[in-house]
């Protein structure tokens, strides 16, 4: 949702850094050199899956694309103190004109302007003050900006629509709404947001306007705009591809202080990165921040995860159980507001891929039996309505919503376009390319997958 929250940005997605072949994700380095976007990240260039020689190599952790952030710095390059300057400056030019503090007093400001007064820049995405109007006198501005307005910024804001780095998909309604039901059915005070800024707009919205409301929100994203409408202790400037708090220590602690169960009021983390985000990087980041919560509270936590709403589409299953074990795929389709494909529908391909994938029993997690979800018995949890009970798999196998159907021969449930071919040895659609003529990945030689999807790419 959020700044999906998020050139060639290796992390946030890809492969497409010097000449051919595959690359791997080093991850975080000590010492690493840092881009506007935090510290970089350490990857290796592959040749057919395997390191060899492969030459070590820096680059920016959150954007894909090199028109967004050029950064690259070979490992045992020798950077010259003339070209280390000009980056020191260059980081500094690429950082945001207001700090988080004068954007916090540029917002009291604001508030006590008659709305007749309230102009909202499109162009610079600001809140602009009377003093500045002139400055921004060519540009296109929103007028009368009302404190209805001022509380849903992820609607006065233009969403970042990078696939890679932002992809600010935001949550429709209906799944926001439904996960801060669920969030309060289980008995959650505390919710560590990250990168779900219409989750936490609305944790926000409803503490203000109902007395008794008691849950509490911290919201972690790159999107540094958000700073213009939230205090020091409401938001934090956050790098989810490298764990970087660009706040700094104080930052760090307003997040260690917010994952502190005080009285017993227990925490959840909702996070829904960039699509683009490779697996290991993100997987890394929720780690520490873990490992951060279980400091807070050092008795009796040694071995406990921080409960964890990880929302992601359902084939990053693989990729996900891979790091988290723990974690189960709910049923339940993730929609949003703003996504030509990942909208509520009834069939095939209209439906959302999106999935929440949690750490929590899944016997807790109620599903809207009005959205067509059902209790399996036999699984003990809830799911899609056509996702029936295979009894040789002996689990409801579908991952799309459609009811998936049994071959014998693959010894698993596959998705009903599919049937088995004895060129392959497998289910496929009946119109693929057989395996035994496909000249194999480029990454890894191996058969039955692009490059683009190797799952050695973000193998460390």
């Known amino acids: ?66 028109k967004d952030c050029n950064f690259f710095q070979w490992e045992d390059e020798k950077v010259s103190e003339t070209r280390l300057a000009a980056r020191e400056e260059y980081n500094r030019k690429h950082q945001p004109s207001f700090t988080h503090r004068q954007n916090v007093e540029r917002y009291k400001n604001f508030v006590l302007l008659p709305l007749s007064k309230r102009r909202f820049c499109q162009e610079c995405q600001q809140l602009l003050l009377p003093a500045e109007w002139e400055k921004h006198s060519d540009h296109q501005f929103l007028c009368d900006i009302s404190t209805a307005q001022l509380k849903s910024p992820s609607q006065l804001l233009y969403p970042l629509e990078d696939k890679k780095t932002n992809a600010q998909y935001l949550f429709a309604d209906r799944s926001c709404q439904f996960l801060l039901d669920l969030i309060i059915d289980l008995g959650f005070r505390r919710v560590l947001s990250v990168g779900t800024p219409r989750l936490h707009e609305m944790i926000q919205s409803k503490a203000s306007q109902e007395d008794d409301f008691r849950v509490r929100s911290l919201l972690l994203d790159i999107d540094f705009r958000y700073s213009q409408f939230y205090t020091e202790d409401e938001f934090c400037h956050y790098n989810m591809f490298n764990h970087y708090f660009f706040g700094g220590e104080a930052a760090r602690e307003t997040c260690r202080k917010f994952l502190y169960q005080d009285n017993g009021e227990r925490v959840i983390m909702v996070t829904d990165p960039p699509f683009g985000g490779l697996v290991e990087a993100l997987a890394s980041s929720f780690k520490k921040l873990m490992a951060m919560w279980r400091e807070t509270e050092k008795e009796g936590r040694n071995n406990q995860e921080m409960p964890m709403f990880w929302i992601f589409p359902y084939f990053f299953e693989s990729r996900i159980l891979e790091f988290f074990p723990s974690f189960n795929m709910m049923d339940y389709q993730v929609d949003y507001d703003n996504h030509a494909l990942y909208k509520h529908g009834k069939t095939g391909r209209r439906q959302s891929p999106v999935r929440i994938f949690t750490n929590l029993t899944p016997n807790m997690i109620v599903l809207p039996v009005e959205e067509g979800y059902r209790f399996c018995t036999i699984c003990q949890r809830y799911v899609s309505s056509g996702n029936q009970h295979c009894e040789i798999c002996n689990s409801c196998t579908s991952k799309d919503g459609r009811r998936w159907k049994h071959c014998v021969l693959c010894k698993k449930c596959v998705k009903p376009s599919w049937f088995h071919c004895n060129n392959c040895n497998c289910c496929a659609l009946q119109n693929h390319t057989c395996e035994k003529a496909d000249a194999g990945c480029f990454v890894c030689g191996k058969a039955g997958h692009k490059r683009s999807t190797c799952p050695s790419l973000s193998r460390t």
């Open 1 to 66: 949702e959020g700044c999906r929250e998020g050139g060639g940005n290796m992390a946030a997605g890809g492969a497409d850094r010097p000449g051919a072949g595959g690359l791997a994700l080093l991850g975080v380095a000590p010492g690493a050199p840092s881009c506007p976007h935090g510290p970089a990240l350490l990857f290796v260039k592959t040749s057919r899956g395997k390191e060899e020689e492969g030459r070590r190599f820096y680059a920016c952790s959150a954007c894909r694309d090199r």
